[in-house]
T-cell receptor, first 113, second 114 residues
Framework: EAGVAQSPRYKIIEKRQSVAFWCNPI?????LYWYQQILGQGPKLLIQ????????DSQLPKDRFSAERLKGVDSTLKIQPAKLEDSAVYLC???????????FGPGTRLLVL | AQSVTQPDIHITVSEGASLELRCNYS??????LFWYVQSPGQGLQLLLK??????LVQGIKGFEAEFKRSQSSFNLRKPSVHWSDAAEYFC????????????FGAGTRLAVHP
């Protein structure tokens, strides 16, 4: 069974630029999560989808971050404009249903200069 | 305040020695409890989880964890560490009624000496 796929694996941008990350969850998984992991910290949930609906986006900085999961399968996370403090690893995870075990992708490492 | 605390930022052990990583949580009701491992450049891998029942939980790679309600702790143990266990370990909780929202501790980085 293929795992959670993410791309790109690395991205370097300058502040005020925009960037987008892509995630393809495990086939058949209804729930998709985006986490932000700043160096030296544990991951923090940004947004959680159940199919193509948002379950929780309480910690998503909505003035600059957006995410979508239009067909209930893959998802994109966008930052516009990026700030220095957005430098982090962005992890995508998926689970079969809302209360099931989450499986994580390898992450996208973002560096904002 | 609700939190997950991993008191040890770094731990170094010798190969073959035993290991215990500490985790404490501060939530009103007992949450679901997890341990994840993250190797360099890798995603998070679930080691084990506790929802209810037997307080000693067996996981993958020879790890186990014990839930102690009186101490609000969920410590991870391994009787004999291998060099390949060097990684970062995260304790995480899903609060009761938390819609599967994982809340992570800051992590403990494990180094293994030959």
């Amino acid at each position: 069974e293929a795992g959670v796929a993410q791309s790109p694996r690395y991205k370097i941008i300058e502040k005020r630029q925009s960037v987008a990350f892509w995630c393809n969850p495990i086939s058949g998984h209804a729930t998709l999560y985006w986490y932000q992991q700043i160096l030296g910290q544990g991951p923090k949930l940004l947004i959680q989808f159940q199919n193509n609906g948002v379950v929780d986006d309480s910690q998503l900085p909505k003035d600059r971050f957006s995410a979508e999961r239009l067909k209930g399968v893959d998802s994109t996370l966008k930052i516009q404009p990026a700030k220095l403090e957005d430098s982090a690893v962005y992890l995508c995870a998926s689970s079969l249903e809302l209360q099931e075990t989450q499986y994580f992708g390898p992450g996208t490492r973002l560096l904002v200069l | 305040a609700q939190s997950v605390t991993q008191p040890d930022i770094h731990i170094t052990v010798s190969e073959g020695a035993s290991l215990e990583l500490r985790c404490n949580y501060s939530y009103g009701a007992t949450p679901y409890l997890f341990w994840y491992v993250q190797s360099p450049g890798q995603g998070l891998q679930l080691l084990l989880k506790y929802f209810s029942g037997d307080t000693l939980v067996q996981g993958i790679k020879g790890f186990e964890a014990e839930f102690k309600r009186s101490q609000s702790s969920f410590n991870l143990r391994k009787p004999s560490v291998h060099w390949s266990d060097a990684a970062e370990y995260f304790c995480a909780v899903v609060p009761s009624g938390g819609y599967n929202k994982l809340i992570f501790g800051a992590g403990t980085r494990l180094a293994v000496h030959p």
